[in-house]
């Protein structure tokens, strides 16, 4: 089969790879028809993280192709969305709602196991994995929404949990990447009165708007500290969602966030936590890596009756021959997030 390859930094080619095929009885195999590219992606990219040589891509919906004897929640044919890392929902971990170290779990394109940017992928314990996708007929628009699900949207969705947004909360994320834009979605699904998106980008501005923002702050820094104290009344917000990672957006993230708040991290920390300026405020911090697999089945009603459209984010769109094009622009921020075609329904 064809699929993107993860050579080096800045050396991303289509080649090909083996034909998947069930290996356990718990394997099915998924005939890739979305893909898209992730924000840590570009961190292999960009040579900033290490990343295996070989497979790569975390998220992709499909459809079924062929299942191992002991699956039964997914058949073939069933249109399904894969959460970027699979689990078995039953040890310890996984009940405990952290599937994401879960212990026979593991991530599609790590540079050996398929990943999302291919036409197909062997997903191990499928049947705790993926999530079906009831109906048929989906348009263009929700089947983008519906990709949206296996990564970027429920980690959105995560930051807002974190940080315990409530209804009629004030909240504020640091962030407009489509991480940070899919949590402005995320709050105002959980009923908070007003969101305050810190976003430099006209772009970048229009989707927050679209997607429920009420305030925009154009400014990095103290500069922007100083404008959401501003909004808050000197306050802060009830609940401050952290997107991007680095040290500045994290101190931003703690100093805008109200005494006896929580700090939704799902950047992945590049820094450290404020301990004494959060310890003084009672300042506490959630996060990490969302449980997708957990988001998913409570998201996908919402993205099904047209709630949410969180597939906005993805505003490039090419194929598989030009998965390099798909992470340019996003290295050089020309798109929010690459969409990457691969196979029809
Ligand atoms: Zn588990």
Redesign the pocket.
């Given at each position: 089969m064809r699929a993107a390859i993860f050579r080096g930094p800045r050396d991303i080619e289509v080649g090909e790879r083996p034909d998947p095929a069930i290996q356990e009885p718990t394997d099915a195999i998924v005939r890739v028809v979305l893909a898209c590219v992730c924000g840590s992606d570009l961190w292999y990219y960009r040579g900033e993280s290490p990343h295996a040589a070989g497979s790569i891509g975390h998220e992709f919906i499909g459809v079924v192709e062929a299942t191992g004897s002991a699956v039964s929640a997914v058949s073939p044919g069933d249109l399904v969305v894969a959460p970027f890392i699979y689990?078995?929902?039953?040890?310890p971990?996984?009940q405990h709602g952290s599937?994401i170290s879960?212990?026979?779990?593991g991530s599609f394109g790590d540079g050996t196991i398929d990943g999302g940017q291919g036409q197909a992928v062997r997903v191990p314990l499928a049947g705790s994995t993926l999530v079906r996708i009831p109906g048929s007929g989906h348009s263009d628009q929700t089947l983008r929404s519906l990709l949206t699900l296996s990564d970027v949207m429920a980690t959105g969705h995560h930051a807002a949990i974190s940080a315990g947004v409530r209804r009629g909360d004030v909240v504020a994320v640091v962030g407009d990447g489509a991480v940070g834009l899919c949590a402005v979605l995320a709050a105002r699904r959980l009923g908070a009165d007003r969101v305050i998106a810190l976003s430099r980008h006209p772009e970048r501005q229009t989707v927050a708007k679209a997607f429920g923002a009420t305030d925009i702050v154009a400014t990095r820094g103290d500069e922007a500290i100083a404008a959401v104290m501003d909004l808050t009344g000197g306050i802060g917000a009830d609940a401050s969602l952290e997107c991007v990672g680095t040290p500045q957006a994290m101190a931003t993230a703690f100093a805008i966030a109200r005494p006896g708040s929580t700090v939704g991290m799902v950047g992945v920390p590049h820094g450290d936590v404020p301990t004494a300026q959060t310890f003084f405020r009672n300042v506490g911090w959630r996060g990490g890596p969302a449980p997708a697999r957990i988001y998913i089945p409570e998201l996908l009603g919402d993205v099904l009756s047209g709630v949410i459209n969180p597939g906005l984010v993805l505003d490039y769109e090419t194929d598989l021959d030009h998965v390099a094009d798909a992470y340019a622009a996003m290295d050089q921020r020309r798109a929010i997030k690459s969409l990457i075609r691969i196979g029809s329904l």
């Open positions: 689990s078995d929902m039953t040890c971990h996984c599937t879960c212990k026979r779990g």
